[in-house]
C-alpha cells in the first residue's frame, strides 16, 4: 500500500465507517442481538446451555522481565514504566463475571500470554471481546479481534481478521462463536489480528485447545489401549506459549515512535509470558475483589502480576504429562528435556503419535505451530529441566546463563492431588 495508506490506516477506515464495513456491522448487530451495544454483563447472559463463555478485555499495560535483568540502554528498562514493571505490552485479560463498569477499569492493566482457553469438540465456545482502548497511547484508535489460528471450521465472521471481517473498535464488545467439529482435537494460537505483527508481538497471545469429544483424558479421538505408547492419554496436562520479546518494539509502542518490525531482534525470550526464572513461579492468585490482579503467591513473585501463567511442570513419578507447545514468536525453537524421552502425539492439532520415530528428546516448532507432547515421568523424584537448547537465546546475568530465556522444570514428586484444570498444580 502506498504511504498515503497505509494499513494502520485502511484498518482505522474500516472499522469506523467505510461503508462495507458499516453493512458487516449492522448484520452483526442482528446476528447476536444487544450484545454489541455494551450492555453490563457484556455476552455472557446471552449464552445457550452447555456452551461455555468468557470474557476477554483487551487494553494495554505493563509487565515485568525477571529481577535483575541487565539493561537494554535506553530501551529497556522502560523509565516510563510504574514502580515493580519494566515493559510496556497490549493484552488479553480474564474477565469473566465482570460488570460492564469494572470491564471499563480495566483500561491500562493487562497481561502478556492470554488465558488458556479450551473446549471439548462438538460443544459451543463463547467468546466476548470487550475493548477499553489503550491507557497509554489513546491516539491510538486501534479496534482488536480473536483470531483462532488453524481453526477448522472458520467463517470470516468470526475468524477476527479485519481486512475480510469485523473487527471490535473501542467501547464495544463483540461474542465470538466457535463451534469445533468432532475430529478438531488438538492445540492451537489465539491471537488479536488488528495490526498484528504490532498487537501478537506486544502480548496479545494464547493457547487454544480442543478435547476429543467424551475423552477429557485424551489429546486425540484414537481408540489405542492406555498401555499403547503412541495413544495419547495424559494424567495431567500443560500449556506452554512461546513468544519474545525485542523491547526496543515495546518502547517505541509506549514513547509514540514507530517500529519497523522487519528488523525484530529479541532481547527476552519467554513461556506463558514470562522468561527464566520467572517461569518456576506459581500462576497468579485470582484477582482482588475490585477486579485488581494479584501477584502469584510466594515471595519474589511481586512483579508478576500481569504474568499469571505458570510454566512449572509438576507430576507424579510414573505418570503420563501431556505438554502442549504452542509459539507465537518469530523465531524457530528446539526445547530439549534430557534423560525424559518424549512422544510427539500431535503436530499442528493432527494425531502423529504412531508415526515412526516419534520418540524425541528434542522437540522443533516454527512460528504459528503446534506440538503435542506426551512423556512418562521417572520414577525418581527430582527437578529436570526443560529448555531451549539455543543458548544464543538466554540474555544471562552472572552466575546464571539461563536467565532471562525459555527454560522451565519438570517436578516430579509423589503425593499430588489429581489436577482439576490444565496447568493447574500446587506443592
Ligand atoms: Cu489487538
Redesign the pocket.
Known amino acids: 500500500m502506498s504511504a498515503s495508506m497505509d494499513r494502520r490506516k485502511f484498518l482505522t477506515l474500516g472499522g469506523a465507517g467505510a461503508v462495507g464495513a458499516l453493512s458487516v456491522w449492522k448484520l452483526a448487530d442482528a446476528a447476536v442481538g444487544g450484545l454489541l451495544r455494551g450492555q453490563a454483563p457484556p455476552g455472557i447472559g446471552h449464552v445457550p446451555a452447555g456452551a461455555k463463555a468468557l470474557q476477554l478485555v ?1 487494553t494495554d499495560g505493563w509487565a515485568s522481565m525477571p529481577q535483575g535483568s541487565l539493561p537494554v540502554d535506553p530501551w529497556f528498562p522502560d523509565v516510563m514504566a510504574p514502580e515493580g514493571t519494566d515493559t510496556y505490552i ?1 493484552g488479553f485479560r480474564n474477565v469473566t463475571g465482570h460488570s460492564r463498569a469494572q470491564a471499563e477499569g480495566q483500561r491500562g492493566v493487562t497481561q502478556i500470554s492470554a488465558p488458556l482457553v479450551y473446549v471439548e469438540a462438538g460443544k459451543e465456545l463463547w467468546v466476548t471481546v470487550s475493548n477499553v482502548g489503550l491507557s497509554i497511547r489513546p491516539d491510538l484508535t ?4 480473536m483470531h483462532w489460528h488453524g481453526f477448522r471450521n472458520a467463517i470470516p465472521f468470526y475468524d477476527g481478521v479485519p481486512e475480510s471481517s469485523i473487527s471490535v473498535p473501542i467501547g464495544r464488545d463483540f461474542t465470538y462463536v466457535f463451534r469445533p467439529k468432532a475430529d478438531s482435537a488438538g492445540t492451537y494460537m489465539y491471537h ?5 505483527v504490532e ?1 501478537v508481538t506486544m502480548g ?1 497471545s494464547g493457547v487454544v485447545f480442543v478435547t476429543p469429544p467424551g475423552q477429557p483424558d485424551r489429546a486425540y479421538a484414537e481408540e489405542l489401549p492406555d498401555t499403547d505408547p503412541a495413544c495419547s492419554r495424559f494424567d495431567r496436562q500443560y500449556a506452554i506459549l512461546l513468544t519474545e520479546i525485542d523491547n526496543r518494539g515495546h518502547f517505541n509502542d509506549a514513547h509514540i515512535q514507530a517500529t519497523d518490525w522487519t528488523d525484530f531482534q529479541p532481547n527476552f525470550w519467554l513461556m506463558n509470558g514470562r522468561a527464566y526464572p520467572d517461569t518456576l513461579a506459581p500462576n497468579g492468585a485470582p484477582d482482588a475483589a475490585n477486579g485488581t490482579p494479584k501477584p502469584p503467591p510466594g515471595a519474589g513473585n511481586e512483579h508478576l502480576a500481569h504474568q499469571p501463567n505458570s510454566s512449572l511442570i509438576v507430576c507424579q513419578p510414573g505418570e503420563r504429562v501431556l505438554v502442549r507447545l504452542a509459539s507465537l514468536g518469530f523465531q524457530q525453537h528446539s526445547l530439549t528435556l534430557p534423560g525424559i524421552p518424549m512422544r510427539i502425539v500431535g503436530k499442528d492439532a493432527r494425531y502423529v503419535g504412531a508415526d515412526t520415530g516419534a520418540w524425541v528428546d528434542t522437540v522443533d516448532i516454527g512460528p504459528g505451530e503446534s506440538r503435542d507432547v506426551i512423556f512418562t515421568a521417572p520414577s525418581q523424584p527430582g527437578r529436570y529441566p526443560l529448555f531451549n537448547r539455543d543458548m544464543a537465546k538466554y540474555p544471562g546475568i552472572a552466575g546464571d546463563a539461563w536467565h532471562g530465556g525459555q527454560r522451565t522444570e519438570v517436578v516430579v514428586q509423589s503425593g499430588l492431588d489429581a489436577q482439576t484444570e490444565p496447568n493447574g498444580w500446587s506443592l
Open positions: 483487551a497490549f486501534d479496534s482488536h479481534t488479536c489480528h488488528f495490526e498484528d498487537h496479545m
